[in-house]
């Protein structure tokens, strides 16, 4: 029996707006109860069907700035106008209490969690082609031409941070990205620096 791991693994999941993160990690979490997904906190409006404190925790620009000045955020950017940002003590309470935790994050947030976590596993998502994504903002129906052509340019730009990334997921099927994404959370845990309390007994 293995016992419970000392520390969490810190998860960090970025990719373009339309590559479908959201459904791949719904996936992901449904198939792995082990995981903890932290919930961000934005200034945007909610999108049809999305819950405050499940999907995004909506919050005033105020408010916003009132967690950065109190230094709560464990990193915050802007995107396309709104503030995002992830909640430094609900992550720290669960990767000491030995819990995995999973950011989903754009590349400017990511680049600040790999300057304060190093040691966190850093996953891109990127669509079968570029062509593809075009079709899938195109098909969500929720934004203009003109915000799409912004989402497009901005992907262009968000691959270029590419190889500052440990893996590189293409989301083509759902189901084949989530168990690409299984398979490193897999042979991360394997790692021997994850495993040093089981060397104990044979020392």
Same mark, same amino acid.
């Given at each position: 029996m293995l016992r419970k791991k000392e520390r969490g693994q810190l998860i960090v999941l970025s990719g373009p707006s339309g590559v479908g993160k959201s459904t791949v990690i719904a996936e992901l979490l449904g198939r792995r109860k082990d995981i903890y997904f932290s919930v961000s906190y934005t200034t945007r409006q909610p999108r049809t069907g999305e819950q405050d404190g499940v999907n995004y925790n909506f919050v005033t620009r105020e408010e916003f700035r009132r967690m950065i000045d109190r230094n709560e955020l464990l990193e915050y950017a802007?995107?396309? &106008?709104?503030?995002?940002?992830?909640?430094?003590? *609900?992550?720290? =309470?669960?990767? &000491? *209490?030995?819990?995995? #935790?999973?950011? =989903?994050?754009?590349?400017q947030g990511a680049a600040k969690v790999k300057a304060r976590c190093p040691e966190a596993l850093?996953?891109?998502?990127?669509?079968?082609?570029?062509?593809?994504?075009?079709?899938? !903002?195109?098909?969500?129906?929720? =934004?203009?031409?003109? #915000?799409? *052509?912004?989402?497009?340019?901005?992907?262009?730009?968000?691959?270029?941070? #590419?190889?500052?990334?440990?893996? !590189?997921?293409?989301?083509?099927?759902?189901?084949? *990205? #989530?168990?690409?994404?299984?398979?490193?959370?897999?042979?991360a845990a394997c790692r021997v620096e994850n495993r040093r309390q089981l060397l104990a007994q044979f020392a």
């Open positions: 802007e995107y396309v &106008e709104h503030f995002y940002g992830t909640s430094l003590k *609900a992550i720290q =309470d669960r990767l &000491e *209490a030995g819990i995995d #935790v999973l950011l =989903d994050i754009e590349v850093f996953i891109f998502i990127i669509p079968p082609s570029y062509e593809e994504l075009s079709r899938r !903002l195109h098909r969500r129906n929720t =934004d203009s031409e003109e #915000v799409i *052509a912004g989402r497009l340019e901005k992907a262009r730009v968000e691959f270029r941070e #590419v190889p500052q990334y440990d893996y !590189l997921v293409i989301n083509d099927h759902v189901s084949s *990205a #989530v168990g690409e994404i299984e398979a490193i959370l897999t042979a």
